[in-house]
């Protein structure tokens, strides 16, 4: 334990020395926490229309002023016919046309029918399909507007009324950053166990200490301890702020324990830093060392259910996320600080994250290799 206990003062005063990692510490948590749940966000907004207007009457009118004012639309362009409109969508000046045809009002009168068309720059699909939801919905509740004012008289109207009422839990006011804070937690612990660890051996190989510790009767498990403990501590440091940013910034308290919110954090913490500590053993400098755990953790991090949901993704690539530590942080995250789901509800995503932090730094210590 003394050899320990030496290791381990070494490594805290190696760390604070290094004034890169301690602005890494106070800097990283602030800078994920304020600038990525707003720019991380699944709603799309400004999204620039053009109309076509073709026949020019009262109903058109009303649906322009529902798409003008609309929080969703930008209206960039105004033209008389398609074809000038489509001009600025091959120049991307617009995302989407809203083509009103002629005779739309009075088909919608005398026929109950009428046909509205739009085109949408499919180059970014995301906001072009969006867009034409968004514009769609629009005009539907435009529709049902209209043809409940033809009724004057709702007791006596064939159209049934289904009245909807909606609560929603654990997000009352659907706010996306309130979704994404505890994501980005997850992403925050990620980066300090993988990126951080990952260059601590090999900083030693590359400055020549390494030699020197591997002629003295330090155990290699010591060693790894050693090299583990230290940002292990420093990781736990960090939730600390983060969940302090998150309160300031967004009034988020954890609803679930926060025991068992730090409790699975240690334990993650051990299964990212064995991968850390085992890319560290393979790799010879910090540059490879960086490029190996950049490349682990951008498929780590993307496959994890933070932007996408999980549900959504193709079939391979779930499997790959039930293989996927940072799955399992993420949704612990949610679970404990949205949710305030019960202890027994994460145990099984502690079982498989603490089978990751023991095959991930059995490995570090085997590979580690020791010369005596």
């Known amino acids: 334990m003394r050899t320990l206990s030496f290791l381990l003062q070494k490594e805290f005063k190696q760390i604070f020395r290094d004034p890169a990692i301690l602005r890494l510490i106070f800097i990283m948590p602030i800078i994920q926490l304020l600038l990525l749940p707003w720019a991380a966000d699944y709603e799309i907004k400004n999204i620039d229309v053009a109309i076509v207007d073709l026949d020019r009457s009262v109903y058109s009118q009303r649906l322009i002023d529902k798409i003008q004012y609309s929080s969703y639309f930008k209206l960039q362009v105004f033209e008389l016919s398609y074809k000038d409109a489509m001009a600025y969508i091959e120049d991307e000046t617009v995302d989407l046309i809203l083509e009103i045809p002629k005779d739309f009002e009075r088909d919608l009168t005398r026929e109950d029918a009428s046909t509205v068309f739009i085109a949408v720059n499919a180059i970014n699909g995301t906001m072009g399909n969006l867009g034409a939801a968004y514009a769609g919905q629009i005009i539907r509740r435009l529709n049902q507007n209209i043809r409940m004012e033809w009724f004057q008289m709702p007791r006596f109207s064939p159209i049934k009324q289904i009245s909807v009422t909606e609560r929603h839990w654990f997000n009352p006011t659907m706010n996306y950053q309130v979704f994404m804070v505890p994501g980005i937690l997850a ?64 009034g988020i308290i954890p609803a679930g324990s926060i025991l068992m919110l730090y409790g699975f954090s240690a334990l993650y913490l051990l299964a990212v830093m064995g991968l850390g500590l085992f890319i560290s053993t393979i790799t010879e400098t910090q540059q490879q060392a960086l490029l190996v755990s950049f490349f682990f953790m951008l498929i780590a991090i993307l496959l994890s259910g933070l932007y996408t949901p999980i549900d959504s993704m193709p079939r391979w690539a779930q499997w790959i996320a039930m293989g996927n530590p940072v799955t399992y942080m993420v949704e612990v995250m949610r679970m404990l600080v949205l949710k305030g789901s019960a202890s027994y509800h994460v145990y099984f995503h502690m079982g498989v994250v603490f089978i990751f932090a023991l095959i991930l730094n059995s490995l570090a210590v085997w590979n580690y290799r020791k010369s005596s």
């Open 187 to 250: 992403i925050l612990l990620t980066m300090v166990g993988g990126f951080l660890t990952s260059l601590n051996i090999v900083k030693e190989k590359e400055i020549g200490t390494i030699e020197q510790i591997n002629v003295t009767p330090i155990k290699k498990h010591h060693f790894i301890l050693g090299k583990l403990i230290p940002f292990w501590v420093l990781g736990l440091f960090m939730l600390t702020i983060g969940l302090i940013i998150s309160f300031i910034a967004y």
